[in-house]
């Protein structure tokens, strides 16, 4: 088992970049999770990991080898891909023995070693059957007894729980976590899905347009946004954004947007910026009686049970959203005042979207 | 429900129509050839022969080559069955085999750019008469009239457009993910090729070859124009028994059409498995 560390990796197609310079370190036994809007180059991070896309520029080290010109099957690395790729003309017990053949393992062993992973799986009545007749989440775990059963040095995985259903996809988290927990083996895991990558991963690495934007833990990241994208990725509901300008109100800094003006407890100096957008995120919006903050109409509840979507209508572009204890007496067309935690506003930059006032 | 019924009747009908329509001229073929030469042309015409006869077939399948004898021209039929199964198989071997490497290569690299396909179809948008007399002038210098060579080089460079077109779908229909995850777990290109793809695409490679077969092992117009009498195929021989001038031959001519179409039909049962799934074109799509 070993660590990947990524230096420089780009992947131009063109005149475009799919992946624009990312450099990276994953110690050996971490699961690093990429995640990005569709298009923003990480499943071409992992192909160039892999070995199966060569890269524009930029260097592959695993376990501080660099591969960069190894062909993937000199690499070593074991990878679940989207579809899965189960070979169909093949049982699942050749499947799973596929990688062992090749290097031309001696039967016995082959046998003994498929068992043994089938078994830790819950793969071993499967054994005898065509991929075809499996189910989605058997196919999930054939492919990754494939997968386990080589040894590789580090797993990859490219959106490998998309093609199930959510009730499914929800199981499998966390049996990947718990399949990290006894491998010990580094896991680079590639998805669209912010709560994958919540759930899973020990660090989340979020790409954009080809470039990484911001890398740490699933927690710092959710907390802690380093610009516009990152905060509105992450998070269900999504995080509010009050689009607005920096005026100085005297002598201190104050936010103004349609609707909304928050003085803060800052010097006026200590932005330049003039455009600016807030950013809020739905349990950080409290409903309260009374004086202060500000009036809004209830125009849409959202019930899920344990806690309710409210959707309150201040005066300004968009709805803001605010999530709140299911008890809430509240009604659509309710007016109902509202605030911010104000520890917990986030600012960015109107035009770069960078985040400012850290 | 009454109305279905009447729908079904009618298709089937239609159906069985045209069947006998399609196959009557097999039948016919069949039939003449086991009859006397008093029988060939009868009018009410003989639907069954009176005295069933394999006189034919002696005739046509002693071995020895063409003779004349008192003027009368007797045909041979071995040496052109031979000429053409060797001249077809080879030809389509050759041709399936290098077809699907460059459908393979295109499909996966884009080897010969974005056109190769169509560039390559362009051979099979002239009437072959115009690549034939072309190839007749350079055979000559070549030496390569009237030759087994020959003839299988013009059946290679005339098949290739289908085999390429033909194997593309079979080749597009395996997912280039299945080859990166085999690529991965350690296989070399060429144990991709072996393990992944020919599996894979085994049912068209099949199917492919028994379409250039046919289309070769009934070539006319090439092998008559690049043979002569060192090489002579079934096409060609079938033709002679139109200029003989002595009358019609029908019934030995019925009897090289039987023995014709045996090997071609012989071939079709034997690997009708691979032709269900190669025609349905998608055997991989769940």
Request: glycine letters at 8%.
């Amino acid at each position: 088992m070993a660590g990947i560390r990524l230096a420089g990796l780009t992947k131009a197609f063109g005149a475009s970049r799919a992946v624009d310079g990312v450099s990276l370190d994953i110690p050996d036994g971490e699961f690093v999770v990429l995640v990005g809007p569709s298009g923003c180059g990480k499943t071409t991070t992992l192909n160039m990991i892999a070995g199966l896309e060569a890269p524009t520029a930029g260097d592959v080290y695993i376990g501080g080898e660099r591969v960069t010109d190894r062909e993937p099957r000199d690499r070593q690395l074991g990878m679940v891909f989207q579809s899965l790729a189960l070979f169909p003309h093949m049982s699942v017990f050749d499947n799973i023995a596929f990688p062992l053949r090749i290097r031309k393992t001696p039967p016995a062993e082959v046998r003994a070693r498929v068992e043994a992973v089938a078994e830790t799986v819950r793969v071993a009545p499967l054994l005898g059957k065509r991929p075809a007749t499996l189910s989605g989440g058997e196919a999930q775990r054939v492919a990754l007894a494939r997968t386990i059963v080589m040894r590789p040095r580090a797993f990859l995985m490219d959106e490998p729980l998309s093609s199930l259903d959510a009730r499914l996809r929800v199981e499998m988290r966390t049996e990947l976590k718990r399949l990290h927990a006894t491998l010990r083996a580094t896991f680079l895991y590639v998805t669209h899905d912010q709560a994958e990558a919540m759930t899973m991963a020990d660090r989340i690495v979020v790409m954009q347009y080809g470039v990484v934007q911001q890398v740490g833990p699933p927690l710092a990241i959710y907390a802690d946004p380093v610009n516009h994208f990152v905060a509105g990725f992450f998070g269900v509901p999504p995080m509010n954004f009050v689009a607005g300008a920096f005026a100085a109100d005297a002598g201190r800094l104050a936010f103004r947007a349609a609707g909304v003006t928050i003085v803060l407890d800052r010097p006026a100096e200590a932005v330049t910026a003039h455009d600016a957008v807030l950013g809020v995120r739905p349990e950080h919006v409290r409903l309260r009686d009374g004086t202060g903050g500000w009036t809004a109409t209830v125009s849409l509840l959202e019930p899920l049970g344990d806690e309710t979507i409210v959707f309150l209508d201040y005066g300004g572009a968009t709805s803001i959203v605010a999530t709140v204890d299911p008890d809430e007496k509240i009604a659509v067309g309710d007016r109902r005042r509202f605030m911010f935690d104000q520890d917990k506003l986030l600012f960015f930059d109107g035009t770069t979207g960078e985040r400012i006032l850290r | 429900m009454k109305r279905r019924w009447l729908v079904a009747f009618v298709r089937h009908a239609i159906l069985l129509a045209w069947t006998a329509v399609t196959l009557i001229p097999v039948y016919w073929m069949l039939n003449t050839s086991f009859k006397h030469s008093g029988e060939w042309v009868t009018w009410p015409p003989h639907w069954f022969p009176e005295q069933p006869t394999l006189e034919n077939y002696a005739q046509v399948l002693t071995p020895g080559s063409t003779i004349f004898e008192l003027g009368r021209q007797t045909l041979k039929v071995l040496k052109p069955l031979w000429d053409s199964l060797f001249t077809a198989t080879a030809s389509a071997l050759v041709a399936v085999a290098l077809g699907s490497a460059l459908a393979y290569s295109w499909a996966r690299f884009g080897t010969g750019g974005k056109n190769y396909p169509y560039s390559v179809l362009t051979i099979r948008m002239l009437p072959p008469i115009v690549i034939a007399v072309p190839f007749l002038v350079y055979y000559v210098s070549l030496h390569l009239l009237d030759t087994y060579a020959g003839l299988i080089l013009v059946y290679i460079a005339t098949s290739l457009p289908y085999v390429i077109w033909m194997m593309l779908a079979f080749i597009e229909d395996v997912p280039s993910e299945l080859e990166s995850a085999a690529r991965v777990m350690g296989a070399s290109r060429f144990r991709v090729l072996s393990s992944v793809v020919l599996p894979l695409t085994v049912s068209g490679l099949v199917a492919t070859f028994l379409f250039v077969f046919i289309l070769n092992w009934s070539e006319l117009l090439l092998a008559l124009t690049l043979t002569n009498t060192q090489v002579s195929t079934i096409p060609i021989t079938l033709n002679k028994f139109q200029s003989v001038n002595e009358g019609r031959d029908y019934g030995p001519q019925a009897a090289i059409g039987a023995i014709a179409t045996l090997p071609v039909v012989a071939l079709g049962f034997l690997i009708q498995k691979h032709l269900v799934k190669g025609f349905s074109f998608g055997l991989l799509r769940k």
